[in-house]
């Protein structure tokens, strides 16, 4: 092995071995490699040899699954947990986990408020806004003016009175129609049809 191969080993070994213990957890070599390559730059081959004299040396213990190894730290190293400190642990697990949705929720809600603040008009943006209304609502104003003062406008007096008489000769139509039909011309004769009432 060359020198500054030993070395990235050597390297490798110490990060490796605090990573394994930290973790307490059974790793695939490629799943320490992809764990810790961007973070320490290992490459897979330098972190393959690591574990390997690391388990030859007995500080990590290494199974055979199948076709794969996988290591994990010594558990002589660690002191025995007792039922009632894992019990401590299980409620702590639980409250963080209650703190970690409650923190979540907080967030949405935060991120919900900010969207809708981001989404709403500046003040620059309001006043322009607000000016364009207002010029608007004068132009409407104007065309009103002009509306009410226009002097061609149908009264409702002079309204009802087209509509009686129309139904006056409407009225006098249907009689003489009637009249037409003992006689000998007809409406239908020059191509003339009654309006609807």
């Known amino acids: 092995m060359s020198k500054g191969r030993a070395e ?49 040396q007995g500080k990590i213990k290494e199974k055979m699954y199948g076709k794969q190894k996988i290591y994990f730290a010594d558990q002589e190293q660690f002191d025995m947990v007792s039922d009632a400190d894992l019990q401590a642990l299980d409620a702590k697990i639980v409250a963080l986990a209650a703190k970690v949705q409650s923190l979540q929720q907080s967030c949405r809600h935060t991120e919900a408020e900010l969207k809708e603040l981001t989404s709403a008009l500046t003040t620059p943006e309001m006043q322009k806004e607000i000016q364009e209304l207002k010029k608007e609502c004068a132009g409407y104003t104007e065309r009103l003016k002009t509306i009410k003062a226009a002097t061609n406008h149908v009264t409702p007096e002079e309204k009802e009175q087209v509509y009686r008489e129309r139904q006056r000769y409407c009225k006098e139509w249907r009689k003489r129609k009637r009249m037409e039909e003992v006689g000998i011309e007809t409406d239908e004769d020059y191509n003339l049809k009654l309006p609807d009432p």
């Open 8 to 56: 990235a080993v050597a390297g490798a070994s110490g990060i490796l071995l605090r990573y394994l213990q930290e973790q307490n957890r059974p790793y695939s070599a490629q799943d320490v490699f992809g764990n810790l390559q961007r973070e320490h730059g290992l490459g897979k081959a330098a972190v393959v040899k690591a574990l390997d004299q690391l388990a030859q």
